[in-house]
């Protein structure tokens, strides 16, 4: 038996819309550029309403592991590609990706949100 090891790092992207069709991004997106997500549903409650949504995790994978005293950014990359993949295709305003060291919004709105606004 063999075994490999890369130092934890993940990205993951928060975004409302249909999960079937989240996961078809995601399948598609893999296939192009050669990754693995976990995609799990999730329900985003927030003053005067909720949506049902995903969250997709990208993990520095022991199988393709990026060094990330080289490159970190090779995840938050795809990561960010991914997010707008899933933002148009899904047909969404905004998503947030969220690692270890930080959140980003983004969003294609005129106007930044006020505090209360949905994501």
Known sequence: MDSKVASTYWNRIYIAGDYD??????RQFCYKVG????????????????EDGVMVEL????????DLDVDRNEIDEKGYHLGVMLKDQLCQDS????TPLSTI???SRDEPASSGDET
Request: with cysteine; proline share 5%.
């Open 21 to 26: 069709k989240a996961r078809d991004v995601c």
């Open 35 to 50: 990754l693995c997500v976990n995609v799990t549903k999730h329900a985003y409650i927030y003053t005067g309403g909720e």
């Open 59 to 66: 993990i520095n994978y022991p199988r393709f592991p990026v």
């Open 95 to 98: 998503f947030l990706i969220m």
């Open 105 to 107: 919004w983004v969003t």
